[in-house]
């Protein structure tokens, strides 16, 4: 569950996650991104300061270390639920590793605008990969949404996209 060590314990989250899947080789390893509900006990821990959860940007970090630490198994690995921003994290473990990194590199490698245009197009449910970004009419319409909350909003749009997140729970 990427997300669950928060800001605080995300790396060893991931290696520690890493290590035990690369022990008893798992047939499939499905990918659920954190998502909080306000009714959900861990909410008041994070309302009372006492975990603070990652950002998307965070998350994919946290998968990205958590694939690169999977090694000598033969799992099916599978990000294929709308809590993961990037869905198109997938594969045959030895054989698909390097390109599940690439999907997160290709990510955490847009400038900030074009990550904001994914994670608004993604959450808004417009785009389910990156690819979707080369789309020119829908991408014209999430940047003059993105846009719109600019001006509407300012500074709000980070609250936006989790309030957008948050409606899959």
């Given at each position: 569950m990427p997300g669950l060590g928060g800001k605080r314990w995300w790396r060893?989250?991931?290696?520690?996650?890493?290590?035990?899947?690369?022990?008893?080789?798992?047939?499939?390893?499905r990918l659920r991104s954190l998502r909080v509900p306000k009714s959900a006990p861990l909410s008041g821990k994070i309302e009372a300061g006492e975990m603070e959860l990652l950002d998307d940007d965070g998350v994919v970090r946290e998968i990205r270390l958590f694939i690169e630490s999977l090694d000598g198994i033969t799992s099916?690995?599978?990000?294929?639920?709308?809590?993961?921003?990037?869905?198109?994290?997938?594969?045959?473990?030895?054989?698909?590793?390097?390109?599940?990194?690439?999907?997160?590199?290709?990510?955490?490698?847009?400038?900030?605008?074009?990550?904001?245009?994914?994670?608004?197009?993604?959450?808004?449910?417009?785009?389910?990969?990156?690819?979707?970004?080369?789309?020119?009419?829908?991408?014209a319409k999430v940047e003059e949404a993105v846009r719109q909350w600019n001006l509407e909003a300012p500074g709000q749009v980070d609250q936006i996209i989790k309030e957008m997140a948050d409606q899959y729970i």
């Open positions: 060893e989250h991931a290696l520690a996650t890493a290590d035990v899947l690369n022990q008893i080789n798992a047939d499939f390893i099916v690995v599978a990000s294929d639920h709308i809590m993961n921003l990037l869905e198109e994290i997938s594969g045959i473990l030895p054989a698909d590793k390097e390109k599940m990194l690439a999907v997160a590199d290709r990510y955490l490698a847009l400038p900030e605008a074009e990550r904001l245009t994914y994670k608004v197009g993604r959450w808004g449910g417009a785009y389910r990969s990156l690819g979707d970004l080369e789309e020119p009419a829908l991408r």
